[in-house]
């Protein structure tokens, strides 16, 4: 395999740009209280809220409510928006913090479990215990278990797409700093994997 | 491997973000090293295997819960609240609780003290009559006092022929004529030597005793 192909084959970078006059228009309305018009951008939105919440939580049940507690909390603070830029990438800031108050509550609620489990429960570990048809829900897993600002990074320019200098502006970081928590993402996430090879042979 | 690279190193590499210089050497050292291409080549199918997780499509009923559960909440959020909710934020509005107790205990303070002031003032003997001292006549002048004439203003009583009469007896002390808040009545008492018999009578707007 030739070493270029490797790196050639990354992701497409997404432009930001204008705000359309319409977007802006919805925006103003909603803020004053339109409900409708705030209907609208959930509508525009929520197919990506959802999703980046699936694969930051590795949970489709917890993303749903995740991406229900991210559009109440956009409503709740709507007024705070400053409608000249995208509203997608205040979205995705709201979801990034949303599903990181939704993994605290999971490992607490992890925890308690692990406390009170009774010692004839099996192990939840996922790579020991699910069948190797759920490679996938594995990788969510695994995607899920790292910790919150290597998840974000990982997310948003791996999966996502975005530009490192895109995901360190909604992640209020550098581009240094995003580069190295991907970099250290993409080596425990191949570990996971090896794992899970390991695990299926 | 014992190269002097990392992990990381590679995982930058191979989604080409580092600097072109440092690409090129990478790219040289891997096509000579197996063990850093192994790892290479590791990480890239890792990372296939990640953008896999971009095809993932989301059922149509998901968004339609979502949808469906947001706007619900948000209807209820803005459904008007109780009749005796919106009477208690119609009496505080804009007020927080303890600014609201402040301004009653404030208004029932002011209250009270008008109601003293006004208590006070009520308590006070409503007396506009205007005090003649002149000598008194005797007990005996007193009680033979003829009417005094219509015409006579209360103070010009002492003028009047009737006071002037009582005020030439020798044994009275003191006169005093009073009218209170009544125009056409007038009240005369009458001091005599013994301080335990004091005369009143009362006269009306026609000099008429009554």
């Known amino acids: 395999m030739e070493v270029a192909t490797l790196w050639m084959s990354g992701i497409e970078p997404k432009r930001e740009g204008a705000v359309p006059v319409e977007i802006t228009a919805l925006l103003e309305r909603a803020i004053a209280g339109d409900i409708s018009a705030f209907e609208q951008i959930l509508k525009l939105h929520q197919r990506r809220v959802l999703m980046l919440s699936w694969r930051l939580l590795g949970n489709l049940d917890d993303a749903q409510d995740s991406a229900q507690e991210v559009f109440l909390r956009a409503f709740k603070y709507l007024h705070r928006l400053d409608t000249s830029k995208p509203v997608e990438a205040w979205l995705v800031r709201i979801t990034i913090n949303v599903c990181r108050d939704f993994g605290r509550q999971r490992q607490r609620r992890q925890k308690l479990e692990s406390e009170y489990r009774s010692p004839d429960k099996t192990d939840l570990n996922p790579f020991t215990d699910v069948a190797s048809g759920e490679k996938r829900e594995m990788l969510r897993q695994a995607i899920a278990s790292l910790p919150h600002k290597e998840r974000a990074a990982f997310v948003l320019r791996d999966i996502d797409g975005l530009p490192t200098a895109e995901v360190a502006a909604i992640l209020k970081s550098t581009e240094t700093t995003v580069r190295s928590q991907i970099s250290i993402a993409r080596v425990k996430i191949r570990k996971a994997i090896e794992q899970l090879q390991g695990g299926r042979s | ?210």
């Not at chain 2, 997780?53 to 949808?67: G, I, K």
């Open chain 2, 1 to 210: 491997m014992n190269c002097g690279y990392s992990e990381e190193y590679f995982a930058l590499f191979i989604e080409g973000e580092l600097p072109s210089t440092e690409m090129h050497d990478v790219e040289l050292h891997i096509a000579s090293c197996d063990s850093c291409r192994e790892v290479t080549v590791d990480l890239w199918q890792s990372q296939e295997f990640v953008r896999t997780l971009r095809s993932d499509s989301l059922n149509s009923s998901v968004l339609a819960n979502v949808h469906v559960s947001v706007m619900n909440q948000l209807a209820n959020r803005r459904r008007p609240p109780e009749w005796w909710i919106q009477t208690e934020r119609a009496l505080f509005a804009g007020f927080r609780w303890k600014y609201a107790l402040a301004g009653v205990a404030s208004l029932v303070l002011v209250c009270g003290i008008a109601l003293g002031i006004l208590w006070k003032l009520h308590k006070t003997p409503v007396n506009t009559a205007q005090t003649l001292k002149v000598d008194a006549p005797a007990l005996s002048a007193a009680i033979s006092i003829p009417p005094i004439p219509r015409s006579t203003p209360v103070n010009r009583v002492a003028s009047a022929p009737a006071a002037r009469r009582v005020a030439d007896a020798p044994q009275a002390k003191q006169l005093t004529a009073t009218t209170n808040d009544y125009p056409h009545t007038t009240m005369v008492k009458l001091f005599t030597d013994d301080p335990s018999i004091v005369i009143y009578w009362a006269l009306d707007g026609n000099g008429e005793m009554q």
